[in-house]
């Protein structure tokens, strides 16, 4: 087997005559976070479920660490955590309840549930409310209830479908913080989302659908490069040193140089060039009054290639 | 699609068991079910206790004294079998109803169906499971009947009457299992538990109450002859694809050792035949064995029918 996770060949989706996923190619590294992103409607759900044998798959095919999902599902679904866009439990139950639901369909042995259990929670911060009731939990507390299974079930690969979604602003922070930890922990992780600029910083690769195809494939600063001219934005401020427009300009990397006002230098480039930025501000002479780096923004990207290719009519199912 | 062989992996029934037992446990500490359980005891007691009433009189002439526990009214309550006949669909529908739509609604379906597990496990653990139920209320019922019997009327039942009381159980079971077969199959049609609720009590009513009173009339119109015999047998026949009525006749047969038909009866059938005479229970069984089949075979294809379509099913929730 190959380092790929997953591996989708001209993958496609038919409702009746309408291709919700189509022909998509994709493959997922051991131990990478890989971000599958769109808007709603793009096809990311159906993609997921195809993945995890929820759903036919109507041409083409996908192997999830080496197995077929139509037709090995329980092999895939050993190996594989899934939470689903608003994760739902039994509201009548505990978290610690609902987790030993699981526990048993997933065939955990008896001496390892109530410890693996509890160290699930304890990682999610979920272990002081571990005995009450599901009912009571915030939209968060569910969402970390449903990373809590997937830490119990010890998994290969972690799909993800909107973790983020309907979280606020600091509950998505420390959610992505789980998912690095996931990653940290060996974990390969498929993370859908439509709010594109909210994890991108945690991926390590992203597929942005659109309308059932992939759109664009690749780092950040891949599809930044491609579709901005330059993955990544280095902003110099410095006193003006002799030619240091130029010297910038000449580092490796730097695709070009913007000088929106004096002293202050704009430098497009493939990779984080801060380090030799610097050292040609000081080789010129001049003072190094200020130094940033911008990655560029994935929300920007999308928009910037769907302005340049001829716009895709909306699909009718996620 | 590109498949080389589209059988699946392992066994259809991994987690058959958990899911049975979880499902167990949620009926019977669930409120809805606490109450249906009440209601049924509290009325088929009430029942029962004015059917000892009726018959402790004759005691110490009717040899099938037990049997009468079950099936005498005394105004203004019906019969413990027709309370039971009304009840035992109620039960079934309020722990069917909401089987798979409840999981949809709850968006608990797809990480249930993500764990290695088969939607065929889930499916028939939520039946086994509501059957499970169902059975444990009755025999419970079932039992307090004979015990209220054995301390009211002082009299052991004999092992005629035990066979018959225990295939009536039997078959009450069965009776149970259409309803809740049909509660799930709406379940799995409709995502909304109130649509499946309010279209299987619609169905219920019309083939308990309507269908009934329909039959003999839509055997006049659909049958193009005058012959009384025949008109009547069409109608029986008709009134059959009710589960109410096989569950009325093949209780009939069971409780009532004397009866001898449940169709009209023909002067060949009385010949030789010594009136009023108990027969034995296996006589009874088979006469009703086609309805004890019909209503076995109903559960059986509402089941089939709620599997096929679940299957077919997208996992979106």
């Not at chain 2, 608990?108 to 993500?114: C, D, N």
């Not at chain 2, 649509?195 to 083939?207: D, H, K, N, P, S």
Request: hydrophobic share 50%; net charge neutral.
């Amino acid at each position: 087997m190959s380092d790929n996770v997953i591996e989708a060949t001209g993958l496609t989706k038919r409702y009746g005559k309408t291709t919700v996923v189509d022909h998509i190619s994709f493959t997922v590294g051991s131990g990478e976070i890989f971000g599958v992103l769109g808007p709603n409607g793009a096809g990311k759900t159906t993609t997921i479920l195809m993945m995890l044998g929820l759903s036919d798959i109507s041409d083409g095919k996908v192997r999830v660490l080496g197995h077929d999902p139509a037709r090995e599902p329980l092999a895939v679904k050993r190996r594989v955590g899934y939470l689903p866009d608003a994760v739902g439990f039994y509201d009548h139950l505990s978290a610690a309840e609902n987790l030993h639901y699981t526990a048993r369909l997933i065939g955990l042995p008896l001496a390892e549930r109530d410890q693996r259990i509890a160290a699930a929670l304890a990682r999610v911060g979920l272990d002081d409310v571990g005995r009450k009731r599901v009912a009571a939990f915030s939209r968060g507390m569910r969402q970390r209830l449903g990373l809590a299974e997937i830490i119990m079930k010890d998994v290969q690969v972690a799909i993800l479908d909107e973790p983020t979604n309907g979280l606020d602003p600091q509950a998505s922070v420390e959610f992505l913080e789980l998912i690095r930890s996931l990653k940290a922990a060996g974990v390969t992780v498929l993370l859908s989302s439509h709010l594109l600029d909210r994890v991108q910083d945690v991926c390590d690769r992203v597929a942005l659908f659109s309308a059932g195809k992939i759109a664009l494939l690749g780092t950040v600063a891949e599809l930044g490069s491609q579709v901005l001219g330059g993955g990544f934005a280095v902003q110099v401020e410095a006193e003006q040193g002799p030619h240091l427009a130029l010297r910038l300009g000449a580092i490796p990397g730097v695709r070009g140089v913007e000088e929106p006002s004096e002293g202050h230098f704009r430098l497009l480039c493939d990779r984080d060039v801060r380090p030799e930025a610097a050292a040609e501000v000081v080789a010129a002479g001049a003072r190094l009054k200020r130094l940033a780096f911008d990655q560029p923004s994935l929300e920007t990207i999308y928009t910037r290639y769907f302005q340049s290719v001829k716009p895709v009519e909306p699909r009718h199912a996620a | 699609m590109q498949r080389e062989n589209t059988r699946r992996e392992g066994s259809p029934w991994r987690g058959l068991g958990v899911v049975v037992l979880k499902e167990l446990s949620d009926h019977l500490t669930s409120a809805r079910m606490r109450v249906l359980e009440w209601l049924v005891v509290l009325t088929a007691l009430a029942a029962v206790y004015a059917a000892i009433q009726q018959v402790r009189n004759v005691t110490a002439e009717d040899p099938f004294l037990f049997l009468r526990l079950f099936t005498t009214a005394r105004a203004p309550l019906p019969s413990f079998v027709a309370f039971l006949g009304f009840l035992v669909p109620l039960m079934a529908i309020g722990l069917g109803f909401d089987a798979i739509n409840g999981e949809h609604n709850n968006r608990t379906l797809s990480r249930i169906l993500s764990q290695p597990i088969y939607r065929d496990a889930l499916l028939f653990g939520k039946f086994i499971a509501g059957l499970a139920t169902l059975s444990i209320s009755l025999i419970a019922l079932w039992l307090l009947v004979i015990g209220l019997g054995l301390i009211m009327l002082g009299v052991p039942p004999g092992g005629e009457e035990m066979g018959r009381a225990l295939v009536f159980l039997l078959v009450t079971i069965a009776y149970a299992g259409v309803w809740l077969a049909l509660a799930m199959l709406f379940s799995v049609v409709f995502r909304s538990p109130a649509t499946a609720a309010l279209v299987t009590l619609g169905l219920w009513l019309f083939l308990t109450v309507i269908w009934p009173a329909l039959a003999p009339g839509v055997a006049e119109a659909i049958l193009p002859t005058d012959n009384e015999a025949l008109l009547v047998t069409g109608a029986q026949m008709l009134a059959r694809l009710s589960p109410s009525t096989l569950f009325g006749e093949t209780v009939l047969a069971l409780l009532d050792p004397t009866t001898r038909t449940l169709g009209p009866v023909y002067i060949s059938q009385l010949q030789g035949a010594v009136m009023g005479a108990p027969l034995p229970l296996g006589e009874s069984v088979l006469i009703a064995w086609p309805q004890i089949v019909g209503l076995v075979a109903a559960t059986i294809l509402l089941f089939v029918a709620s599997y096929v379509t679940f299957q077919r099913q997208e996992v979106r929730a």
